[in-house]
Structures are given as structure tokens and as C-alpha cells.
């Protein structure tokens, strides 16, 4: 290392050369690999440092989620005067080598001593305390700044959320209150005629559904038996329902024919009703005398009929139309006794286009066959065990349609 070195650095500019060849035999040699501390933070300061090549970092809490880089000191530039300035003075940053670097070290001793010799050094030094202090501010308040913003961000991040987790829970609430509502429009207990029983199971596939069932007494002996299926799920078709149910119901008498209550149902509809929503729906009339039911289907899935001797029958049906779509609608109205020890089972496509976790439809024939094998005959046993057959066969899939199921049966 010659002495043109030491006398390019700022510090020494103005010494003498034999001042000069005096340092550079006193002076210790330092080097330092790429990342290497030269000292942390709190360390007793004993040297100063003058860096011959490379670059060292000025840092706080290195190698931490909280490190901070103050300055970054380059060839000619020194460090550590502070520590050696105040008495028993301890280094209020690290030092860490970025890249290779060389320094020089000077002793308390050799620091204070080419003081006395050379005084003006000192102005020199407080120049470069001021810089420093100026960049160690300006990095600071930059780095304030960001943390200020990462709070900000992370406060107006956390607000966010929270905001979402009350809305959420506000409208878990109100689908809470909505599906309360929506089972309440069911009914809690079916009727119970002399020789008749009646069942009726539904499973939503959202909190609440646009699937429908009701059996209500009309009067002389006559019931009205209901199952709909509005398109679509969720809260806009749940309010659907509720309207298209209401509206079926108020028709409903022990004289107006089945065919009759869903045109007038869906005059309403087609009236009132600006959404592009419909609903598929069976309406019949059981007279419990006679053993007659009468029945008229709007886009509904066909009932099946199971005899008393085992035999499975979809009952015979022609193309409806759904409520809601057009004015004038054509339905597909049928007749029929039903047999004694018969069960007659109502559904909605929920029912039939379930599947398993391969993805494939439990299908109209596996209902048929489902039905066939009921170990009893009745109708809430009959739907309870409709069910739990198709639940068996689903085996936790996903559920894409509300299910319902409504059975008369005669006994």
C-alpha cells in the first residue's frame, strides 16, 4: 500500500508527507470478506476506520426484520470517531462490509495524538459529523415514511376486513331470519285423513332454496297437495317461491280445477313479476272419498306411483309449461283412483340430477328402483327413506339442487 493511497483520502489531504509515512507504519491493515461485521452496535469504541477499498454499511439491527441501513461509507471515507471522541464511548451503529473491503485502524491512542499534532483535523471532522447526521436523518424519515405507509396500508387492510366480517355476518343473519321464513311457509304438520297419510322432506342446497311442498285442506273432503321448483336457488328465488306458493294457495279451492289454479297463479305472475325467474309445479286435488286425484303438472317432473304389490309406474304425462315465462300456458292435467296400499311420490329434479363424487346422476331409474325397495309403505317413512338413499349415494359431494320430495299415501 503506497503513501499516494493514503494521501487521495480527504481526511489526510493536508497532512505532510512525512506525516503520511509516519500512518502508514503505524496504521493496521484490516480486511473484511463480503458480509462481515466490523463491529455492532454497543461495542466499546477503540478505532477509527478509514476504508482503502470496497464499501461498508452503517447499519442498525443487522440481519433482522427491523434492520436499518443508515449510510454507506465508499473508498477515502472514515468511521468511528464518535466512540473516540466521547469518553468510554460505545458505537451506536454496526458496520458491515459490502463486498470485499480494506480499512485502516487507528488506536484511541494514535487517534488522539494526530489531533495534537495536527488540530485543524478537527474541522475537518465535525464537516463530515454534520453530513452524516444529515443522512442519517433524511435516511431515517425516509424510512419512517415507508413504515408509515405499511401501517397505513396495513390499518386501512385490516379495516377492510372488518367491515367484511360485520357484513358477513350481517347477512349470514338476515340468510338466518330468510330461511326461518322460508320453513315457515312450509307446512309443520301435514293432515292426516281417515285412510290417507302424507310425507314430505326438502333439503336446500344453499341456507335457503326456491323448493316448495304443502298440503292443505280445501274443504268436502278434499286436500290440495303442492310441490314446486323455482329455477335457480339462493335468496332471489327463495322470495320467488314464497310469492308463487302464496299465490297457488289463494287460488286454490275445493271446485276450481287443478289446471284452472295454475293458470290464474300464473296470470298473477306474468303480471306482477319483472325478473326472468319461473317455476316448474304440480298442483292436484285428492278427494279422500273417492280416492281420486287430480292433478295438473306446469314443467314438472312427472309423480311415480307405487302399487302395493311392488310395482313402480311413472304416472303417464304429456309437455307443460313452467309459471312465470308467458301468459297463456299449456299443462298437462291428468286423472287417476289411487289403489289401495299405493304411494305416490312427488319430486323435484334435485332429486334425480344429484351425484355421486364420480359425477354421475342418480337418475330417474335408480329412483324407481330406490322406491321399489322401501322396506315400508308410508308416506313419511317413504320420503325419509328416499333420502337417506340418495344422501348414501352422494357421499358428501357437492349438492348443485335443492331436493324435495312430497307422498300421498293411501292406505
Not at 286423472?335 to 332429486?351: A, N, R, V
Amino acid at each position: 500500500m503506497s503513501v499516494n493511497l493514503l494521501a487521495q483520502i480527504p481526511f489526510f489531504t493536508d497532512l505532510p508527507p512525512d506525516e503520511l509515512d509516519r500512518l502508514m507504519a503505524e496504521l493496521v491493515i484490516v480486511n473484511l470478506r463480503s458480509g462481515e461485521i466490523l463491529f455492532h452496535e454497543g461495542d466499546p469504541g477503540e478505532h477509527l476506520y478509514i476504508v482503502v477499498k470496497g464499501e461498508l454499511e452503517i447499519l442498525m439491527a443487522p440481519d433482522t426484520d427491523n434492520e436499518l441501513i443508515l449510510n454507506l461509507l465508499h473508498e477515502g471515507e472514515y468511521l468511528g470517531e464518535m466512540s473516540l471522541i466521547q469518553p468510554g464511548g460505545h458505537r451506536t451503529a454496526s458496520a458491515r462490509a459490502r463486498g470485499d473491503v480494506v480499512a485502516l485502524s487507528m488506536s484511541r491512542t494514535q487517534f488522539k495524538d494526530l489531533l495534537k499534532r495536527h488540530p485543524h483535523l478537527a474541522n475537518a471532522m465535525v464537516r463530515v459529523l454534520s453530513q452524516r447526521l444529515d443522512n442519517t436523518n433524511v435516511a431515517t424519515f425516509r424510512d419512517l415514511s415507508a413504515k408509515n405507509r405499511q401501517l397505513q396500508k396495513a390499518y386501512d387492510e385490516l379495516k377492510a376486513a372488518q367491515e367484511q366480517l360485520i357484513e358477513k355476518e350481517r347477512m349470514e343473519r338476515e340468510l338466518k331470519v330468510a330461511a326461518d321464513i322460508q320453513m315457515s311457509i312450509l307446512p309443520d304438520i301435514l293432515p292426516s285423513p281417515d285412510g290417507y297419510d302424507f310425507g314430505g322432506r326438502i333439503l336446500p342446497a344453499r341456507q335457503v332454496g326456491g323448493d316448495f311442498y304443502d298440503v292443505f285442506e280445501l274443504g268436502d273432503d278434499k286436500f290440495g297437495v303442492l310441490i314446486g321448483d323455482v329455477a335457480d336457488k339462493g335468496v332471489p328465488s327463495a322470495i320467488f317461491m314464497a310469492r308463487a306458493h302464496a299465490l297457488i294457495i289463494a287460488e286454490a279451492d275445493a271446485v276450481t280445477p287443478p289446471g284452472q289454479v295454475l293458470r290464474m297463479a300464473n296470470g298473477h305472475i306474468t303480471r306482477f313479476e319483472k325478473s326472468t325467474q319461473f317455476v316448474t309445479a304440480l298442483f292436484g286435488i285428492l278427494d279422500t272419498k273417492t280416492s281420486q286425484f287430480s292433478y295438473a303438472r306446469a314443467g314438472h317432473e312427472p309423480p311415480l306411483l307405487l302399487t302395493a304389490d311392488g310395482e313402480v309406474q311413472r304416472l303417464p304425462h304429456k309437455p307443460g309449461m313452467a309459471l312465470g315465462l308467458w301468459e297463456n300456458i299449456v299443462l298437462d292435467e291428468n286423472s287417476l283412483i289411487l289403489p289401495k296400499g299405493s304411494l305416490l311420490i312427488m319430486f323435484t329434479d334435485g332429486m334425480t340430477d344429484c351425484r355421486d363424487p364420480k359425477g354421475i346422476p342418480f337418475g330417474l331409474e335408480r329412483t324407481k328402483n330406490a322406491l321399489a325397495n322401501l322396506s315400508r309403505i308410508n308416506a313419511q317413512s317413504g320420503c325419509n327413506e328416499l333420502f337417506d338413499k340418495l344422501m348414501k349415494y352422494q357421499d358428501g359431494s357437492k349438492q348443485d339442487d335443492d331436493v324435495t320430495l312430497l307422498a300421498v299415501h293411501t292406505k
